[in-house]
């Protein structure tokens, strides 16, 4: 039976003298005299291997070449021998071989080292080469980590009594008036990659599912090739009824977040340590601050000034939460609140959707009713999540939409989600590359994606 | 503080007086004389409300009317009251009003009896109408359990140390030569929708993941417009190495469909029963039977005659699995075996993608080699997962591929996986709308996907 090479130290405090079987990719080979050692990986881990001529097995030997002579880096192989103590090799603990079986040998032009320093390989050869890239247990490590953080993400919804939703990705136009979208040749007819499943978790509310998530792909045809971009990312999306305002959106996200990063703590101790990561404490993300966007646009000129970075010129003003901002305003947010996250909310209408909920409900006054019932948390400097209560009155919807160069007649689809009885509510989605990305400090949110599509890659 | 229906017995029994609050949908009217009874709905179930006069409320006296006068169906509404015991009341508890507030009042045509016998209601009137069907608890429960699916889904193979991933569905060109793709305008060139994660999945194995597992949308773009077909469903994916043939995957999907059928009779109950349907017990899952393809025209030919439905004139003989083979191999499979599940392995390479591994290695006696190591799950009828051990060395695959009509270097993207040490390794996928639809029985596996997409529908 197979045994992985982080239950090998047990095996051989239990099994004294008995052969177990290893299987893995070799990871480094190390001549020393008449020993060879081989570090065997597979997904747990190392493990060492030590080749000795009076371990050679019947297998090799009768190849008549020494046992593993003819091993190359990455080949995947069966190795069966006698685990024994080892203070010295990784794990404290080495398989003494009597066999080694060769399952798929690796041909030996191998476009960079596989078990070297990731920062030496470029980003282009990484998402080239996942295959091998991913071998690496840096590189591998950010996909753990998000798979815990989508897997936490879903528990923490469930116990507060959400749903898992699936939704269709092809629709026939686009919630927010058609720009940006991919258009694909659906049978006879163009449809659309949606760009959010906006309307669909709006509808799941009004249908009285009440609370909903979905975790799934979404996609912009946006033409910018930045570091914190991708043109189809997961989105985590959230929608709950019964809310009145923006705030309770924020808190919820907070506690979610908060458990996320525990269940990473726990779960990924080993791969955070892989890259000096440090995951914010859940007391941390209580202590986020809100603050509106009027209010946030202070604060980042203020530290602008502070940090000497910009003169006080009208001319280097921040006039809005451009990317210099987010840093500026996580800058002043950990220095004043001990936190990595800030929540901005209260932004202008002209920013957001028609379908955010306007912050007075249109009492005359200008300036309050230009306000909205929506956010945006920023973590350490990058925007993960934008959220607002929605609009769920028919009449007020349909009357937004022309301020915003929408026409009714084309939006009956999602008018017709409120008009039989919608109760307030909201959401918002979390960016799960941008997560991740800023969890572990990674310089592109292309390295938090598996296959990233950008402007000039569809390969793999 | 708002309480759900499910929980106000509790309510009742413990706040003897106390003014608590309820929100949700009015499910249904009755005026009984001087007392109205209104049945309110929220997430969790239906309670009762009793109107009387002397519990109308400030609110709704201000306007001249009596309380809910003015109610119409489908409207969301708060009601705050005193909850009572009454055996009669659905749940043995009402809520004798004081206030009742409407949040969102529904326009008066409905266009069906949310309230009513589903079977009433047309399926493009379900589907058109997805923020009323649902409201129906017995469509919702199709939700509700099909939630409960994925998360068990995930849950098990997370046991089983998978992880889980998240690949991308924008892909160059089709693992499979191309046929059946959805075509997608990518800026300036054309992507296509992937028709499953194969690739991907493959890649991560090589990559040393080993164990991972997708929860994803897939793209057939088929024309044909059936009861089991969609063009986009949801694809609940598996991919493991290590592995010597396609038995150790029909086992895994056994222990698999086995988990997800125990969290279903444990979660979802009341949903179960709103539909009468009767979920496998796991001992009746492990004793599903695997027949080779040979095997499996041999029974359903027998299978036929015995029936009555067929003669056994050559002319009517089934000689590939059709649905109807599938249809007469399941009521063999609970006759003889007391399962609603059966397996069929060891296709003839004909019928199956290029990359599945060949059940002999190439002996040379023509009719093994032929055989693949391939396997289809039937549930209760109908194909719900399609499976194999695949080819992991390059050189079988680049000699295989001409062979299908396919130039290794137009496959050169699939190959390279293979070139640097691959594990012999396997995967299958569900259909998730698929399983969710037998569980249930039910007619269409439309009903079974939120917002469904054929050839002509790509709205809601």
């Given at each position: 039976m197979?045994i992985?090479?982080?239950d090998?130290?047990?095996?051989?405090q239990?099994r004294?003298?008995?052969?177990?079987e290893a299987?893995?990719?070799?990871?480094?080979i190390?001549?020393?005299?008449?020993?060879?050692?081989?570090?065997?990986?597979?997904?747990?881990?190392l493990?060492?291997?030590v080749?000795s001529?009076?371990?050679t097995s019947?297998?090799?030997?009768?190849?008549?070449?020494?046992?593993?002579?003819?091993?190359?880096?990455?080949?995947?192989?069966?190795?069966?021998g006698i685990?024994?103590?080892?203070?010295?090799a990784?794990?404290?603990?080495?398989?003494?071989?009597?066999?080694?079986?060769?399952?798929?040998?690796?041909?030996?032009?191998?476009p960079?080292?596989?078990?070297?320093d990731?920062?030496?390989?470029?980003l282009?050869?990484?998402?080239?080469?996942?295959?091998?890239?991913l071998?690496?247990?840096k590189?591998?490590?950010?996909?753990?980590?998000?798979?815990?953080?989508?897997?936490?993400?879903?528990?923490?919804?469930?116990?507060q009594?959400?749903?898992?939703?699936k939704?269709?990705?092809l629709v026939?136009?686009?919630t927010?008036?058609g720009t940006?979208?991919?258009?694909v040749?659906?049978?006879?007819?163009?449809?659309?990659?949606?760009?959010?499943?906006?309307l669909?978790?709006?509808?799941?509310?009004a249908a009285?599912?009440?609370?909903?998530?979905?975790?799934?792909?979404?996609?912009?045809?946006?033409?910018?090739d930045?570091?914190?971009?991708?043109?189809?990312y997961?989105?985590?999306?959230?929608e709950?009824?019964f809310?009145?305002?923006?705030?309770?959106?924020?808190e919820?996200?907070?506690?979610?977040?908060?458990?996320?990063?525990?269940?990473?703590?726990?779960?990924?101790?080993?791969?955070?340590?892989?890259w000096n990561?440090?995951?914010?404490?859940?007391a941390?993300v209580?202590?986020a601050?809100t603050?509106?966007?009027?209010?946030?646009?202070?604060?980042?000129?203020?530290?602008?000034v502070?940090?000497?970075?910009?003169?006080a010129?009208?001319?280097?003003?921040?006039?809005?939460i451009?990317?210099?901002?987010?840093?500026l305003?996580?800058?002043?947010?950990?220095?004043?609140?001990?936190?990595?996250l800030?929540?901005?909310?209260?932004?202008p209408?002209r920013?957001?959707?028609?379908?955010?909920?306007p912050?007075?409900?249109?009492?005359?006054?200008?300036?309050?009713?230009?306000?909205?019932?929506?956010?945006d948390?920023?973590?350490?400097?990058?925007?993960?999540?934008?959220?607002?209560?929605?609009?769920h009155?028919?009449?007020?919807?349909?009357e937004?939409?022309?301020?915003f160069?929408?026409?009714?007649?084309?939006?009956?689809g999602?008018l017709a989600?409120?008009?039989?009885?919608c109760?307030?509510?909201?959401?918002?989605?979390?960016?799960?590359?941008?997560?991740t990305?800023?969890?572990?400090?990674?310089?592109?949110?292309?390295?938090?994606?598996l296959f990233?599509?950008?402007?000039?890659?569809?390969e793999?």
């Amino acid at each position: 039976m197979r045994i992985l090479a982080k239950d090998m130290l047990a095996a051989a405090q239990k099994r004294h003298q008995e052969e177990v079987e290893a299987a893995g990719w070799i990871h480094r080979i190390r001549d020393m005299g008449g020993i060879r050692f081989v570090i065997l990986r597979d997904r747990s881990g190392l493990l060492q291997l030590v080749l000795s001529e009076a371990g050679t097995s019947t297998e090799a030997s009768a190849e008549g070449s020494p046992l593993g002579a003819d091993l190359t880096l990455e080949s995947v192989v069966v190795a069966r021998g006698i685990p024994a103590l080892n203070e010295k090799a990784p794990g404290g603990v080495e398989l003494r071989l009597r066999s080694l079986e060769c399952l798929s040998k690796a041909a030996g032009d191998l476009p960079f080292q596989v078990n070297g320093d990731v920062s030496k390989i470029g980003l282009e050869s990484i998402l080239d080469n996942r295959s091998l890239s991913l071998r690496n247990p840096k590189i591998r490590s950010i996909f753990k980590i998000q798979s815990t953080i989508i897997e936490a993400f879903a528990a923490y919804l469930r116990q507060q009594d959400f749903i898992e939703i699936k939704t269709s990705k092809l629709v026939g136009s686009g919630t927010e008036g058609g720009t940006n979208l991919f258009a694909v040749d659906y049978f006879d007819r163009k449809v659309y990659l949606a760009q959010s499943p906006q309307l669909y978790k709006q509808t799941m509310v009004a249908a009285g599912l009440e609370r909903v998530f979905e975790i799934g792909a979404v996609y912009r045809a946006e033409k910018h090739d930045t570091p914190r971009h991708l043109n189809e990312y997961v989105s985590l999306d959230v929608e709950l009824g019964f809310i009145e305002s923006e705030k309770e959106l924020i808190e919820l996200e907070k506690n979610l977040l908060a458990y996320i990063f525990a269940q990473v703590i726990e779960k990924n101790a080993a791969d955070i340590a892989l890259w000096n990561a440090v995951i914010p404490d859940p007391a941390s993300v209580a202590r986020a601050p809100t603050v509106s966007y009027e209010e946030c646009l202070k604060i980042v000129n203020a530290e602008a000034v502070r940090g000497g970075k910009s003169a006080a010129s009208a001319s280097a003003r921040i006039f809005d939460i451009t990317p210099e901002a987010e840093r500026l305003l996580c800058e002043w947010s950990l220095r004043e609140h001990g936190s990595d996250l800030a929540f901005v909310n209260e932004f202008p209408r002209r920013h957001r959707p028609f379908y955010t909920y306007p912050l007075s409900s249109g009492s005359g006054t200008g300036e309050a009713a230009a306000l909205t019932m929506s956010f945006d948390a920023i973590f350490r400097g990058l925007e993960i999540t934008s959220g607002s209560r929605r609009q769920h009155d028919y009449n007020a919807l349909a009357e937004a939409l022309p301020k915003f160069g929408l026409r009714p007649e084309d939006m009956a689809g999602y008018l017709a989600v409120f008009k039989y009885g919608c109760p307030p509510h909201g959401g918002f989605a979390i960016g799960c590359e941008r997560l991740t990305q800023k969890l572990l400090g990674l310089p592109n949110v292309k390295e938090a994606s598996l296959f990233p599509r950008d402007r000039k890659r569809v390969e793999p």
